[in-house]
């Protein structure tokens, strides 16, 4: 990571404006997740975000994998 980066995640506001300028399947895409990994929207776009720009990110089916061995 680049030293010279100090955020470590987006704000809420950050996630809005993306939201209003997304095209809407997208945002309805995003929206649906939060609700199947019962996640912050904030959460499930940089997850999104990281996914698209690194293979090994922490994923979707990263969280999915995670819920269902707590429920087991």
């Known amino acids: 990571m680049n030293p010279t980066l100090s955020k470590q995640h987006l704000s809420a506001e950050s996630v ?6 997304i095209p809407d399947y997208v945002k309805a895409a995003l929206i649906k997740k939060t609700t199947e990994l019962d996640c912050p929207i904030e959460a499930v776009v940089e997850m999104a975000i990281a996914s698209f720009l690194d293979e090994e990110a922490f994923s979707f089916e990263d969280c999915l994998l995670a819920q269902r061995s707590q429920t087991t």
């Open 16 to 21: 809005q404006q993306i939201l209003e300028d």
